[in-house]
């Protein structure tokens, strides 16, 4: 606050030039997350009027959620509502540097794994943090945007294993259709774009360094194997998530509603339990109501919580169900298949030869280009997402890739660090012992990820009740391949150190404060073993807990048109439809995965009424 004597020293002229600049600064704060930007919110309409009976119910406005409500809703004859969980996205999910923060809020379902005693253990609790997007975007309006869709293999594996027209020859159209473009009104609405490029002297030292190595700088698309700079679903510096993109562009449809803050308790099914009915709700945390449909509901809640709404609707295995006192109407294996990326944190310190610590003005700065112009370090997830891509094995000639790496920058001076470590929940001791190293250092974080996990966990209710959350249980590191694989994506990383690029950056791996790996030899493989158990954490890739198969596959829910399978008018549209996950970030898969559901859903209805005419 200025004091009296800066202000009587101020000319009449300087005060209306300092209320401009912090009224625009306000102003341009408040647009970036606009609430005309989002849907309206229908529940009071249908509080004072009753629920009206819709063709198509989408539960769940997230990354899948939010294309197939956009894509059904062309149709003007269809009368589609979609259910979400949560409100419009709060101001900072639409900054691209601040996606940590919006963890551990009340946009986020705040989820965590069940304690196993062998990964998560440097973690509060001795579990891992597992936040789900609850808002208008889903997750993919907290994530890090990242556009990977994965490799022509993983699609080719889901069709050899029963999945008709799910290769890649298939689902390229499909990745291709969904962006953006002014040619054509059949092409999506997907916004993917180059990030904000910071700190070009650490991608050239990764880029470098890799080269040192023998791993190339690739274009990401045309080599499987390499350093690449990743695009994101980000335009003009702000976070582009379908619930944007899809959702909020076909907002004006007067045949799309939108309920907001709305928890689904089941799906209602007919007096045989074949038939799909409605869905039941709770709007505001105050109201029950339920939605009726003609054709079909398509649930998109997500790997986590899409198992858990068909559980709770007596859609499960049957012995958990009876167990904790839900009807069993279907015995499937819901739940089962759980796989995500485990990844595995490395900490590099580097000193202020090349890049100075940040100062106040510098944050004032970057505020102040952000708020204006939408650019700088806060429309950037760091160094221009440079991603690596590695087949770590070397018994192995593989063209495919088992290891991922990512990277964030924490310039010394900023909250950058202080915001990861508080979002995973590192306990106290080890992140102080990071933070002592930070007071001097810059740190760049090097997530070594797990490609291709042999690990597979489940989602289990806790309850019959849907506010409560599920049990989910990681089973992190329990095939021992995968500790292997991790360590050799470790190994590689200490290559790097040793390479002239790192060098010259004076780029050293730190040693964190573990004292039961701290018995071994620092970096010694016995070390690196014991470090995975304590800091290895998810990257938010849960995926395949409902997922789709041939007949013959008793672990299948789904058919490969996503139907699940002995009902009608039910079709599940996220991550938890995988077989087997995909070799790269899911956000690019998802949001396929949705434009594939609208595919075939409108194929079979206009099937079904040639059908019914003739």
């Not at 040693?511 to 290895?536: A, G, R, T, V």
Request: hydrophobic content about 35%; glycine content about 8%; aromatic content about 8%.
């Amino acid at each position: 606050m200025m004091s009296n004597n800066c202000m009587q020293q101020n000319l009449d002229f300087g005060n209306p030039l300092v209320s401009t600049l912090l009224h625009n600064l306000l102003a341009a704060q408040c647009a970036i997350s606009a609430p005309d930007i989002w849907p309206k919110d229908y529940g009071p309409t249908y509080i004072e009027k009753g629920v009206d009976t819709y063709d198509f119910v989408v539960i769940g406005a997230g990354t899948a959620g939010s294309v197939v409500a956009s894509r059904l809703s062309e149709n003007p004859k269809w009368k589609v509502l979609v259910l979400e969980a949560g409100g419009d996205p709060p101001i900072e999910s639409e900054v691209p540097s601040l996606f940590f923060s919006v963890q551990h809020t009340n946009h986020t379902w705040n989820y965590y794994t069940e304690p196993d005693g062998k990964s998560c253990l440097g973690y509060n609790n001795q579990v891992c943090y597992w936040p789900r997007g609850k808002m208008i975007g889903g997750s993919g309006a907290i994530n890090a945007m990242l556009y990977v869709r994965g490799l022509s293999q993983d699609y080719d594996n889901w069709e050899r294993d029963g999945n008709p027209h799910w290769g890649w020859k298939d689902v390229l159209p499909v990745f291709e259709k969904s962006l953006q473009s002014n040619d054509s009104e059949l092409k999506g609405s997907a916004c993917v774009n180059d990030f904000d490029v910071q700190f070009t002297e650490i991608r050239e030292m990764l880029f470098s360094g890799a080269q040192e190595l023998g791993l190339p700088k690739i274009d990401i698309g045309k080599a499987n194997i390499g350093y690449a700079t990743i695009k994101g679903t980000i335009r003009n510096g702000i976070r582009g998530s379908t619930g944007k993109s899809y959702l909020a562009k076909a907002k004006d449809r007067p045949n799309l509603h939108v309920i907001k803050n709305a928890i689904v308790k089941k799906i209602n099914f007919d007096d045989q339990g074949k038939q799909v009915t409605g869905v039941t709700f709770v709007y505001n945390d105050q109201q029950e109501l339920s939605v009726k449909i003609d054709k079909e509901i398509i649930l998109s809640a997500g790997a986590i919580d899409s198992p858990k709404i068909l559980m709770l609707s007596g859609i499960g295995p049957a012995e958990h169900l009876e167990n904790i006192g839900v009807p069993v109407l279907r015995n499937l294996r819901v739940g089962d298949n759980l796989q995500d990326h485990l990844m595995t944190p490395l900490f590099f310190k580097l000193d202020e030869s090349k890049i100075k610590s940040a100062t106040l003005r510098d944050q004032f700065d970057a505020t102040y280009s952000y708020l204006i112009n939408q650019t700088g370090s806060l429309a950037s997830t760091g160094i221009g997402a440079i991603t690596g891509f590695l087949n770590a094995n070397n018994k192995s000639n593989s063209p495919y890739p088992d290891i991922l790496f990512h990277h964030r920058f924490m310039r010394r001076g900023t909250l950058g660090l202080e915001t990861w470590l508080q979002a995973t929940g590192v306990k106290n001791s080890i992140a102080e012992s990071i933070r002592e190293i930070h007071k001097d250092f810059h740190l760049l974080l090097t997530f070594v990820k797990l490609l291709r996990p042999k690990s597979k966990g489940r989602i289990r209710l806790n309850s019959s009740h849907p506010k409560d959350s599920p049990k989910m249980y990681a089973n992190y590191l329990d095939n021992p391949e995968d500790a292997e694989t991790l360590l050799r994506g470790i190994k590689f990383q200490m290559k790097l150190e040793e390479t002239a690029a790192f060098k010259e950056q004076n780029a050293k791996i730190i040693q964190i404060d573990l004292p039961e790996c701290d018995e071994f030899p620092f970096k010694s493989d016995n070390y690196w073993n014991c470090y995975m158990k304590y800091m290895s954490n998810t990257v938010y890739h849960m995926a395949g807990t409902v997922k789709m198969g041939p007949d013959k596959d008793s672990s299948a829910v789904l058919d490969w048109r996503l139907r699940v399978k002995s009902v009608k008018g039910l079709r599940v549209a996220d991550t938890s439809i995988m077989p087997n996950i995909v070799s790269g970030n899911t956000n690019a898969p998802t949001i396929m995965i949705g434009e594939r559901a609208a595919e075939f859903i409108s194929e079979d209805w206009k099937v079904m009424n040639v059908h019914n005419e003739l």
